[in-house]
T-cell receptor, first 110, second 112 residues
Framework: GIQVEQSPPDLILQEGANSTLRCNFS?????LQWFHQNPWGQLINLFY???GTKQNGRLSATTVATERYSLLYISSSQTTDSGVYFC????????????FGTGTKLQVIP | SQTIHQWPATLVQPVGSPLSLECTVE??????LYWYRQAAGRGLQLLFY??????ISSEVPQNLSASRPQDRQFILSSKKLLLSDSGFYLC???????????FGQGTRLTVV
């Protein structure tokens, strides 16, 4: 099946700093999602981004499907950005089975 | 708009006891439904998925089972819990047209 790797695995930021999270996948995909898992465990949809660039406030994401990667940008980080960030891509074949990346654990310190 | 509800939020159960976690979806019909488990750390493991009433596919052999008695209801069960069943369980549904996923708030299960 498709392999999804994220980097870095862990990241500590000073509040106000910017960061870039990366998601690499091993096969072509027709969609990709970014999620934020908050400290209470809830998975929040950030972006549905099969290709191109999207922005939502301080967050933006870019997917380059032909090169099999996606980037999540966090600008002016806040302590509420802390948590784990996942990317997820569908497996090839039916039933919309989705593979999650390994995650990036972000800690923003004041 | 579509919403997904999952309960209970937390559960502490003794070894050998049964389990029933429920997930319901509103605002959509014939969704694809999924159960994931997240053990210690960060990885999400797909346990079961369902494309329709009574249709269940299992990804990994385990002590758990799933059922879909109604179009928008998905249940995760066990007859006898093991310590290794502890974890964070998440229900999800996918929009059929673009496979965008939405998750419930999760159930933190501790087997003691």
């Amino acid at each position: 099946g498709i392999q999804v790797e994220q980097s870095p695995p862990d990241l500590i930021l000073q509040e106000g700093a910017n960061s870039t999270l990366r998601c690499n996948f091993s096969d072509s995909v027709n969609n990709l999602q970014w999620f934020h898992q908050n400290p209470w465990g809830q998975l929040i949809n950030l972006f549905y981004i099969p290709s191109g660039t999207k922005q939502n406030g301080r967050l933006s994401a870019t997917t380059v499907a032909t090169e099999r990667y996606s980037l999540l940008y966090i600008s002016s980080s806040q302590t509420t950005d802390s948590g784990v960030y996942f990317c997820a891509v569908p497996n090839s074949g039916g039933y919309q089975k989705v593979t999650f990346g390994t995650g990036t654990k972000l800690q923003v310190i004041p | 708009s579509q919403t997904i509800h999952q309960w209970p939020a937390t559960l502490v159960q003794p070894v050998g006891s049964p389990l029933s976690l429920e997930c319901t979806v509103e605002g959509t019909s014939n969704p694809n439904l999924y159960w994931y488990r997240q053990a210690a750390g960060r990885g999400l493991q797909l346990l079961f998925y369902s494309v329709g009433i009574g249709q269940i596919s299992s990804e990994v052999p385990q002590n758990l089972s799933a059922s879909r008695p109604q179009d928008r209801q998905f249940i995760l069960s066990s007859k006898k819990l093991l310590l290794s069943d502890s974890g964070f369980y998440l229900c999800a549904f996918y929009r059929l047209m673009n496979t965008e996923a939405f998750f419930g708030q999760g159930t933190r299960l501790t087997v003691v």
